[in-house]
């Protein structure tokens, strides 16, 4: 039996029937990592001797009749994720030796849950990427095809799912990136509401491991079925037993419909800052062909949508204001105030947004994050009418590495013409902005064989809404692929 591409849920019911044990699996899963990850570069901190330690410690759990969630199911860790006795550097050169002396919470529930952590998964410098390339642990490839990109920041853990090592891993999403991994590698991922998943430990290195809440990021989990993806994420879903956890217990409403047929679909083809590439508009073509096919009703277009070139904006702003504070650009703060404000106050470009953000006041923060909360009660009229909204994750499947040091001047090529390369956080940023629930799910490759990937948005703590039509459409669909050119 060929164990490494199987499902957590597969696994589980082969441990349980003691077809196999978790020292075989995890045996297994680190000779394929051995054997193959050189030219993927998934696994950038390997565990080996105490994951087979934890492996032989489930075999005699369930030796002596215990059964937890992920009972000796291996699976991996995004770098950024402390744990014990590894370093966390966030591919940060002035980090690379940070060893924390606690397990992030998440980690420490996999471990609860009985799972076998064989290490951790590349990230970007700082995960400030949409690529995953860092000085200390170099580049992640794309196992489809090793001249692009896997995606980013949780490209290790989306190469390493394609690849088979591991049933399944957790991963971080503030700009798309939990989703952009798994659309380019051809993945399911899940990035949570905005407070469900809490993410004590996953800061960046040195400060302390805070029970601090984020503004925009969310951790959450990443597998090659939607059904792991459930498993996965009521096992993150509590809240932190040193704040809200003191009072409070999780309790997600069930899916609004069991069946696909029930289901009263968006399909967002659009946006008005960038382009749908042809293979990522082929993808949305399937799934809603698929729905239509099921009897879903699915519609493409409504008024009921918020403005989505507003939408971008109010994200954008959120997002580089956030990311200033934890990460100074290198540009002087009152060159970047000068400019700032000779913005016309009618300029509601993208790269006015961004700068925006970059200098912003509290004051100002304020005036945006209230407009956000008008986008908000937008998405809670439209989810009136719709389940869910099927967009997008990014324009494209997964592009050639580029690795020019001013990612502001990348360019991102859509069908022959290039665009400005952060533009493709807008669709992302459709979720993230108002905190909502996004599942990412593969729909077939492109013509060019690259998997293609789009995002189920779901409303605000009805995460279980898109999760359940995402494992519709992969029985409808069939899902994950391993890539041919895999090692």
Known sequence: MEWNFQSAEQLLAALRAGEVTSAELTDAAIAAIERDDKPINAICLPDFDRARAAARSADEARARGEDRPLLGVPVTVKECFDVA?????WGMPPYRDFRPAEDALQVARLKGAGAVVLGKTNVPLGL????????????????????????????????ALATGFGALSIGSDLGGSLRTPAHFCGIYAHKPSLG???????VPPPGPALPTEHDL????????????????????????????????????????????????????????????????????NRVA?????????????????????????????????????????????????ARAARLSPDDRSLDAARLRGMVIGHGDWMA???????????????????????????????????????????????????????????????????????????TGPSPEGLPVGVQLIGPMFEDRTPLRL????????GGFRAPKCAP
Do not use: K
Request: negative net charge; contains cysteine.
């Open 128 to 159: 400030q990427d949409i690529q995953t390339f860092n000085e200390i642990h170099g580049t992640t490839n794309n196992p489809w095809d090793r001249g692009r990109t896997s995606g980013g920041s949780s490209g290790g853990s989306a190469a």
């Open 217 to 284: 990021a969310v951790v959450g989990p990443m597998a090659r079925t939607a059904r792991d993806l459930s498993l996965l994420l009521d096992i993150m879903a509590e809240p932190d037993p040193l704040t809200r956890g003191v009072a409070y217990r999780v309790t997600l409403p069930p899916a609004r419909h069991e069946r696909t047929a029930d289901f009263r679909v968006l399909v967002v083809e659009d946006h008005p800052f960038i382009p749908t590439g042809t293979a990522v508009r082929a993808g949305l």
């Open 85 to 89: 006795g590894l370093p966390t550097s």
């Open 196 to 202: 469900l998943t809490p993410s004590r430990g996953m």
């Open 289 to 337: 062909d698929t729905l239509d096919r099921a009897g879903a009703r699915v519609d493409r277009h409504s008024p009921l949508l918020p403005d989505l070139a507003d939408a971008a904006g109010i994200y954008l702003q959120l997002l580089f204001s956030g990311s200033t504070a934890h990460f100074p650009i290198e540009t002087p703060l009152e060159q970047l105030r």
């Open 470 to 477: 995402a494992e519709l459409l992969e029985a409808e669909m």
């Open 368 to 442: 945006v994050n209230a407009r956000r909360e008008l986008h908000r009660q937008g998405w809670r009229q439209l989810f009136a009418d719709y389940d869910v909204v099927v967009c997008p994750i990014t324009p494209t499947p997964a592009f050639p590495h580029d690795h020019h040091p001013d990612p502001l001047r990348r360019v991102l090529d859509i069908d022959g013409t290039g665009y400005p390369y952060f533009d493709q956080l807008v669709w992302a940023g459709l979720a993230t902005m108002p905190g909502l629930p996004a599942t990412a799910v593969p």
